[in-house]
Each structure stands twice: as structure tokens, then as C-alpha cells.
């Protein structure tokens, strides 16, 4: 899967790299070498990142989804339990 960045989001990136290599390296980096450096780290590092953020929401939904039982449990044939305990308070 290719991971895409909105037009906006890839300018301000762009904008972020030349940042950084102005302010801790000792040469500048150009708008085009630095979307071409934003589009390695997408295309090289961008899917270990997405594929550990898909297994931290898989490891939180399978959490949520063995909490359901806990949260949403109904007692079975609790009709006669009721009427029992309704005609002992008679």
C-alpha cells in the first residue's frame, strides 16, 4: 500500500525538512532534494511505521472486543428467577 500525503500535508513536510537541515546541518537542503528525501522515507520507513500503528489498533481493538462480554452481558433465563423473587416478597 502507498502511502499518500495530501498536497498540504506534503508541502508543510517539505517545508519541515529544509527547516531541519538548515538548522542542524551544515548545508541546506532544496525543495526538490527535499521531496525527493520526503518520498524515500514514505516509500522506505513510511510502511514500518503504518504497520506498527495497524498493529497497536489490531492489539487495542482485540482488548476492546474481549471486554464486550464483561460490558454487555445478559443473564440467561432470568423470567422465573424474577417471578420467583417477586412472589417471595409477597
Known amino acids: 500500500m502507498t ?17 531541519y537541515f538548515a538548522e542542524n546541518m551544515e548545508e541546506k537542503i532544496g525543495n526538490v532534494a ?8 514514505l ?5 514500518l511505521v503504518y ?7 489490531q492489539e487495542r481493538l ?3 472486543v474481549a471486554e464486550l462480554d464483561i460490558e454487555i452481558h445478559e443473564e440467561e433465563f432470568q423470567y422465573w428467577r424474577k ?4 412472589k417471595k416478597g409477597r
Open 34 to 41: 527535499a521531496g525527493g528525501l520526503l518520498g524515500y522515507f
Open 3 to 19: 502511502i499518500e500525503l495530501s498536497k498540504e500535508a506534503r508541502k508543510e513536510a517539505i517545508s519541515s525538512i529544509e527547516r
Open 83 to 86: 417471578f420467583d423473587r417477586l
Open 62 to 64: 482485540q482488548m476492546r
Open 51 to 57: 504497520n506498527q500503528a495497524v498493529a497497536d489498533v
Open 43 to 47: 516509500e522506505e520507513i513510511g510502511p
